[in-house]
DNA sequence: TATGAATGAGCCTTCATTCAT
DNA sequence: TATGAATGAAGGCTCATTCAT
């Protein structure tokens, strides 16, 4: 009985539920969440929709869990980053770890931030703000004024969008996470030293 | 006759086309443009779903027409700046204009901002892409080092985002702008010196 | 004033209800009722549907006025069929005379033919039902052999069909017309003289 | 359990794309394509719209799937009569069989007589074209003279008419086929001993 | 560990028609 | 002699979800 099933049907076993996550963020990362359907991310895996139903009790959840296995490692950082004290080297390994952090996960934020609408109404969009905030608790000094802050989390934000902005810059990949890296530091750097004019 | 005519009636004769855009526009915002039906549009408005097709051939085209409108603004500037040589003072000048625009239809752009995974399949998206290649043409230096152009890019970026990732921050929308316009300045002020580590 | 108005709007006064007729009755026969909306005809014409409305009470009102206006002429052979003797000759004459009012408003019984289904549930589907009844009746001996009858009737389907069916034949319209008449002439002579194998 | 289901949805099982296709096939046969909708289908089916999507892809694919079921037999009729000489006597079984074959999915070919303008602009629209072009390659002679292949055209429409157009006159069903057949194989002979008038 | 069959809600769109001007 | 604006009904289709097997 075993040994009728061919070898596709063979790797298969087990590894449904991976294979569904992941299938699933390619598509959501390519064409969005609402416009992918669970029909589409089946026949991709040539299973039933039904299938996906044991595997996951409806499509936000398949999302939730690539987004919990993927962002453990910001909840990590920022349970970090709370226990140091809050230097500018913190704040600079902060911003380096997390760059980190992003391209390896790189579908799955590309996903968030072109998503956003979307995500505010589901489950993740409230946590993945939770975390961002966390983030920001960290890296930007509420006694500071207006344009440090502002610079504090434009070094966040020009991390996020560097992986999707520069695309169509030269420079292969990893040159680039490392220039999108050295202004964000800088501009940690330039917020923490005072942030305005004088 | 005529004068059974309600208050409300009469108000909205010849300007439907008006409100169709205003409410569209909100609810997109909003909610997403998937997520905004056109029997939502057609109900905020006291309208059948069928007059807004008197009004717009396609629920597509509603948000065209919004776009084309509120857009117009960065065409010009691309025009302008094109037209400028491109010194430090055309790009501080790109910079400052450029916030003013997007500060003058914030809830479009905050629209495209979330809803980049929707848009890059409609009409606007590839439009929306190649006016942001434009202003880039003039802001990015393609001969600096690639941590400058980043800076650039990051200038840019920065304005976009700053107008929906402060909301959480203290202080008025106005003076918040002007932060931000200053931290972008800065960025393609450091962009055009030199951009690296010297 | 009337000075301002164009050569084609100049053309146009008065004969709008022609018109609308003329473009109805080229949509109908090209693409079938139901295909063909009146916002098509509209445009084609370049008014506004409510135009059409001026000149028609409802859309099944443009069929039937072009209907009424071009069988009339079945009603005149009819008419004239009945007064006659129901010889063989009398028949030749019928079918020689059909086919020529047939030939006079290809489009129309292009139309009858191709949309069976729908005119039925319209109200010329009973008038014409009765019209080919009534020539039926002159033409066709209800006391001759089933054969015989077969053959009478064939011969007036063999002239509705020839005029469409033969359009990937060679040769030209004319001839084939001939053609087609002497097909159908030789068949209600044979009805006529026996029908039957003997 | 199995024993709470009533016997009307039990029968159901398993069938139920065979029901919608019979079911269709009238409707379509009685109220034309156009005039058909889903609804109507799903509701004589006491089934939901939906369900006819998990049986078929679209509305067309419906009909064409009933339209392939029932046709198949045309083709292995040409398949037939390409093999052999195109002598008269094949001719006349031709005609024998292509009888037999009608009166065998009266319905459907009801169907496409009455909805030709629809028709035509369905994708069996091109596939029924070809198959009788196929037809009258086998039955007429393309170097005879016009009266001749108009005869030998006449026989195969008059197959087809006959079906519906003799439904007014006296006779049993089968007595009409075969008067019908009768008169078909005589029009194909005359065509094959000349044709004109000598 | 999956599938086959179906549902209910909702979507975008089109249509014939109306009516005040 | 027309138009501008709108409606109500319906249509085909897709989707997330369910459940018995």
Chains 1, 2, 3, 4 share one sequence.
């Not at 590894?15 to 996550?21: E, G």
């Not at 934020?109 to 939770?130: C, D, S, Y």
């Amino acid at each position: 009985m075993g040994g009728t099933m061919d070898r596709t049907k063979q790797q298969r076993r087990g590894n449904t539920r991976q294979r569904i996550q992941d299938v699933a963020l390619e598509l959501f990362a390519e064409q969005g969440y609402e416009k992918t359907s669970l029909r589409e991310i089946a026949e991709h895996l040539d299973v039933t929709k039904a299938a996906l139903y044991y595997h996951f009790k409806t499509k936000e959840e398949i999302l939730v869990s690539v987004y919990d296995d993927l962002t453990q490692p910001i909840l990590d950082l920022i349970e970090w980053g709370r226990q140091q004290p809050h230097t500018l080297e913190t704040k600079q390994e902060i911003i380096r770890r997390y760059s980190e952090i992003l391209s390896g996960a790189t579908k799955l934020f590309r996903f968030m931030q072109e998503n956003q609408a979307t995500v505010r109404e589901l489950r993740i969009g409230e946590t993945f703000k939770e975390r961002m905030q966390g983030l920001r608790e960290i890296v930007v000094d509420p006694d500071a004024d207006l344009v440090a802050q502002v610079r504090s989390v434009s070094a966040l934000f020009t991390l996020h969008a560097g992986m999707f902005l520069l695309q169509d810059l030269d420079g292969d990949q990893e040159s680039k996470r490392k220039a999108v890296l050295e202004v964000a530091t800088d501009l940690i750097t330039q917020a923490h030293g005072g942030g305005g004019d004088e």
